[in-house]
């Protein structure tokens, strides 16, 4: 591989023009008209506009992405994560044009995406899901006899649904005839379609993700755990590796689930295996065909750079490693920082950074595309930077990072430096055992803080 | 000075140092039918997309022409059509130069046996019959064999006592086969008034073009007709009016929505509701009993 186009932005865009750099590989930057200072197009070696500020126009815009790629001589496309990352017909166009895709085959990401198929696999490969309903329920009385089997409390949702509508949770049998008509009429009106689905509702569950790794050649490796069960309405907030309560024997027995999923699929590439963890129980509940935002945790513990990796599987290279040599040491945390303000609902806001002052020092590492006097355009993701701290001991990794917000400086725009001080900071934090109810339930608290 | 123009002037510096690899030769080309142009607004368009859009352009709205095998696809319930009535040989009664070679050249490349296709199939469980014809087909126009073919088609509905769609798509008669084309409007003609007399349902579908002989005898024949937008239907092209009246001619003149409101077309579908508008059609006007 010689030249690699980047069809991303923000700070992965920058992290993987980074990676190609020091791998000696050239590097194709694409940006909107709105992001024409934005600090990727800086860096590489070449920049193509691809269209207007709106995603649809250039970031998703499959045409201009691929005659930049083809106009600049570019071998490969770097997809990043979100916009292009998991669209298959985005990966199976540059194949036909002979372009290489960082990342899974475009079948793959068709199967994967399909969230019914997904699971249809994962029950062949024998990785455990959440037990539920196979396929639709008819009708209250059977759904009576599913949730039986399935064990309360069970979870009641519209196939059609999204954003918590047309979904309720049963405890037990008396409650489930009038949660499961109200599910269905809710749905009914909002998607015009009453399908419904029945599974086991995992009460305040961890979520927990292995990162995989996974070449040409059906070698498969995972890279350990991130727990990412401090999330905000879906949205991870601050992640950390390894987890802070898991046994090493679950650890390999989940390991061994992911890989096994990955190599079921013919899974190529970097990738994750999202689960849900509830006592010694884990489900699995998706998986990421891509790159993500939380990777830096992984590579601060395992000393592995996972776009590098990348890059390597994608130009045909065996894994360097096996799963003996995976060595996981001291401990790591993130807090995505994100131009929002937390007390206006996290309502995200564009504007200038006046003010930028970046700490350092050992074990410290800011992943980000802002600079002094850059304009945050208001078209795409609210998320900044991401600063990420690796010590010995969870205990030491969270003073680092406590230490590390006291000094950042980002002034200009409202950011939610403030709310990750106060998660770092808390009790539920420290002791570990938080789950992914952690916010909803300290939301007033953790609002109250100032650095 | 601002970062940004900063960092600029070393990528400069970084590129000038760099020893530069050859200035490359484009090694990817664009495969060959993956892109097609619009007519219409320019857009360059993926093949798949215009597919996925029912043969529509999906920023103007622009309806591309079909082969009358996608056309099929694209309107009846999967593996439903069954043909009737193919294998009719094209004789050559005017011994026009090349004709028959034309003909079997076509044949062999649209798996047609001439610029109509008929047969049985449901839509939305509606059962029907359905013919259409194919524009690739020397513009679809209609001779001896086009014109049986249609009359077939009506015979066959009323045999099964099935309503029928046609969707024409002509250049008119067929010159090739002079006088005997010319022909084919009255045979047509006198089915369907055979057919309206029992009372059945006969929908006429009109795609871009349909003019001629096709629009004065079938095409316009129709209990029900619906037109695809901007389809230019008409008998004598507008071109030839022009010049004939010497006077200018309104704008959209044959144009699907002017005959709309004209009253000539009952209403102007696109094509991505083409379907459910027939199936909806047939539903309604299905005996009872």
Redesign the interface.
């Known amino acids: 591989m ?2 690699i186009l980047v069809a991303n932005r923000g700070e992965i865009a920058v992290r993987i023009i980074r990676a190609c750099m020091q791998e000696g590989i ?1 590097t194709v930057a694409v940006y909107s008209t709105a992001d024409k ?1 934005a ?1 990727h197009v ?2 590489a ?1 070449d920049a193509v506009c691809i269209g207007g500020p709106n995603s649809t126009d250039s970031y998703l815009n ?2 201009n992405i691929l005659t930049a ?3 600049t ?1 570019a ?1 490969a496309i770097h997809p990043g994560f979100g916009f292009l990352s998991e669209n298959a ?1 985005f990966a199976r ?1 540059c194949e ?4 290489v895709f960082i990342g899974p085959n475009a079948d793959v990401i068709d199967k994967m995406g399909n969230k019914s198929k997904a699971r249809e696999m994962m029950v062949k490969a024998k990785v455990p899901v959440v037990p539920g309903s196979d396929g639709a329920v008819e009708s209250v009385y059977a759904g009576i006899i599913v949730a039986k089997e399935v064990g309360y409390p069970v979870l009641i949702k519209a196939s059609a649904g999204g954003g918590g509508r047309g979904m309720r949770v049963a405890e037990s049998e008396d409650e489930f005839k009038k949660a499961f008509e109200m599910a269905q009429l809710e749905a009914k009106n909002a998607f015009g379609d009453d399908t419904m689905y029945i599974e086991r509702f995992v009460k305040d569950p961890k979520h927990i993700e292995f990162q995989i790794l996974a070449d040409k050649y059906g070698n498969v490796i995972h890279l350990g755990e991130r727990d990412c069960s401090v999330q905000r309405r879906n949205q991870k907030v601050v992640e950390e590796a390894p987890c802070g309560i898991i046994s090493k024997d679950l650890r390999d027995k989940m390991g061994e689930a992911a890989v096994n999923a990955a190599k079921f699929v013919g899974y190529e590439n970097a990738g994750t295996i999202e689960f849900l963890l509830s006592g010694e129980e884990f489900f699995f509940i998706e998986m990421n065909t891509r790159i993500q935002v939380e990777h830096p945790v992984t590579e601060m513990i395992t000393g592995i750079d996972i776009v590098k990796e990348q890059i390597k599987i994608a130009s045909g290279k065996k894994l360097s490693i096996s799963q003996e040599e995976v060595k996981f040491n001291g401990h790591s945390i993130e807090c995505r920082i994100n131009a929002e303000n937390p007390k206006l609902n996290f309502r995200p806001n564009a504007g200038e950074i006046k003010l930028l002052h970046i700490p350092g020092g050992f074990g410290l590492r800011f992943d980000s595309a802002i ?4 304009k945050i355009p208001p078209f795409y993701d609210s998320m900044i930077g991401k600063l990420i701290v690796h010590a010995e001991t969870r205990e030491a990794a969270i003073k680092k990072m406590r230490v590390a917000i006291e000094e950042i400086i980002i002034e200009g725009v409202e950011h939610n430096l403030a709310f990750c001080y106060a998660i770092i900071n808390s009790d539920e934090f420290a002791k570990g055992v938080f789950n992914t109810g952690f916010i909803p339930k300290h939301i007033d608290r953790l609002l109250e803080t100032k650095i | 000075m ?3 123009d900063k ?2 002037e070393r ?1 400069v510096l ?2 000038r140092y760099r020893t530069s ?1 050859k200035r ?8 060959d039918g ?2 097609d142009k619009c007519n219409s607004c320019g857009e ?1 368009l ?1 093949v ?1 997309d215009i597919v996925e859009n029912s043969f529509t352009c999906p920023s103007c709205d622009n309806h591309f022409r079909m082969r009358a095998v996608d056309r099929i696809k694209l309107i009846v319930d999967k593996g439903s059509f069954r043909e009737k009535g193919f294998g009719y040989i094209t004789l050559n009664p005017l011994e026009v130069e090349n004709y028959e070679e034309r003909i079997n050249q076509l044949s062999e490349q649209t798996g047609l046996d001439d610029a109509f296709i008929y047969g049985h199939a449901s839509i939305d469980g509606n059962p029907c019959v359905l013919g259409v014809m194919d524009s690739y087909f020397l513009m679809g126009s209609m001779g001896s064999v086009v014109g049986e073919k249609v009359t077939k088609a009506f015979e066959y509905a009323m045999y099964k006592r099935l309503p029928i769609i046609i969707f024409t798509a002509s250049g008119g008669a067929r010159m090739q086969e002079g006088i005997l084309s010319l022909m084919q409007m009255v045979k047509t003609s006198q089915v369907i008034a055979k057919f309206s007399e029992r009372g059945q349902l006969y929908i006429s579908v009109l795609t871009h073009p349909t003019t001629g002989g096709v629009t004065a005898s079938f095409a316009m024949l129709g209990d029900i007709h619906i037109a695809e937008p901007n389809a230019l239907i008409g008998f004598a092209g507008p071109r030839v009016v022009e010049q004939t009246i010497k006077q200018k001619l309104p704008e959209e003149f044959q144009r699907a929505e002017f005959l709309e409101n004209h009253g000539f077309v009952d209403k102007v579908v696109h094509r991505r509701d083409l379907r459910d508008t027939l199936a909806k059609i047939l539903r309604l006007h299905k005996r009872s009993g």
């Open positions: 010689q030249k050239e200072d600090l800086q860096l070696d499959m045409k790629a083809v106009s001589g071998d017909k166009l036909e044009f002979g372009i600079y002094q006097g850059y | 601002r970062i940004v960092l600029n990528r970084r590129k690899r490359f030769e484009s090694s990817v080309e664009i495969p993956l892109y360059l993926l798949d």
